[in-house]
């Protein structure tokens, strides 16, 4: 957010721990807000947001930030999340992805999403569509878990899958 000059927001309970013990170190156009961590107070937070900016961290890429970026394609918001397990594995053209570790292309996507209307609106539909025909929660967690094998698969190199449905 330090290379972008859009207003931003987060709770203190999405920071490091660090970041949250030191207000300072956030950059001055991120307010922090109260957040009571209700799902109300969350749909609270979200209904007000222009778009969610989910950046996950690599060394917590297994679900991280999956329930937030689901409520927030829910009530039709553009999310923009890290490419990964999380959202790579069920999504595609529903959320804006950046790679991992790169705060370049990050501020990047968020400029292009705040001051492109039309690719933030084609983005917060197709997402709210897929929240509405994303089924019950077995089936969403389903495919998280398909999503991580996947992931897992392509960074070790062996077909975890596989050898899964060569043991059934």
Not at 65 to 91: D, H, Q, Y
Not at 124 to 131: L, V
Not at 134 to 161: C, K, N, P, T
Request: net charge positive; with cysteine.
């Amino acid at each position: 957010m330090k290379r972008v000059p859009y207003p931003g927001a987060t709770s203190i309970l999405s920071l490091p721990e660090k970041l949250a013990r030191k207000p300072g170190l956030l950059p001055k156009n991120i307010r922090l807000l109260e957040d009571e961590n209700t799902q109300e107070a969350q749909v609270r937070i979200l209904s007000r947001a222009k778009l969610v900016v989910l950046p996950i961290l690599t060394s917590n890429m297994a679900a991280s930030g999956l329930s937030v970026g689901l409520n927030a394609m829910g009530l039709g918001k553009c999310v923009i999340t890290t490419e990964g397990p999380a959202f790579s594995g069920i999504c595609s053209n529903e959320v804006l992805f950046v790679p991992p570790g790169d705060p370049v292309a990050l501020a990047e996507m968020i400029r292009r999403a705040w001051e492109d209307d039309e690719l933030r609106r084609v983005t917060a539909t197709r997402a709210h569509e897929y929240a509405l025909k994303s089924g019950g929660r077995d089936e969403l967690y389903q495919r998280i878990i398909d999503a991580i094998g996947f992931w897992h698969q392509s960074r070790i190199g062996v077909s975890v899958m596989r050898r899964f449905n060569e043991a059934r």
